[in-house]
Nanobody, 127 residues
C-alpha cells in the first residue's frame, strides 16, 4: 500500500521533547508538500504543520508555533517534526500526509480521502 509511515512517538514529560519521523520511501518526495496532523481523543483532527516540497515554506498552527519545527530530507525521503516544550494538550495521535501538490495551501482542510496518510504514532505528554 502506498503510504508514509510515522515513528518516534511515545511518552514525554511536560517540557520535554520528541522527534517524529515520516518515512516516505515509495514517494518521489521532492514533488510533494507534507503535512503533519494530530487527533486527540474526542476531538477533530487538526493540522499542526506543513512543509512545501522544496522546504521554502513552512506553516504552523498557532498552538505549536515556536515549539515545533518541521523539516525534510528529500534525498532520504524523510520528513521530521521536532516537538519541544511539550504540553499535556499535545497528547494525540500524530499523522503525516503526503499532499497532492508541492505547496501547503489548504493543508488544514485535507481529509483522509485526499493525499496519502500514514497510520499514525501516539504521543502522550504526562508527568
Amino acid at each position: 500500500q502506498l503510504q508514509p509511515v510515522e515513528s518516534g512517538g511515545g511518552l514525554a514529560q511536560p517540557g520535554g521533547s520528541l522527534r517524529l519521523s515520516c518515512a516516505a520511501s515509495r514517494f518521489t518526495l521532492e514533488n510533494y508538500g507534507v503535512g503533519w496532523y494530530r487527533q486527540a481523543p474526542g476531538k477533530e483532527r487538526e493540522g499542526v504543520a506543513c512543509i512545501s516540497a522544496s522546504a521554502s515554506t513552512t506553516v504552523y498552527a498557532d498552538s505549536v508555533k515556536g515549539r515545533f519545527t518541521v523539516s525534510r530530507d528529500n534525498a532520504e525521503r524523510m520528513v521530521y517534526l521536532q516537538m519541544n516544550n511539550l504540553k499535556p494538550e499535545d497528547t494525540a495521535v500524530y499523522y503525516c500526509a503526503i499532499l497532492g501538490h508541492t505547496g501547503c495551501g489548504n493543508y488544514v482542510d485535507y481529509t483522509s480521502d485526499r493525499g496519502y496518510w500514514g497510520p499514525g504514532t501516539q504521543v502522550t505528554v504526562s508527568s
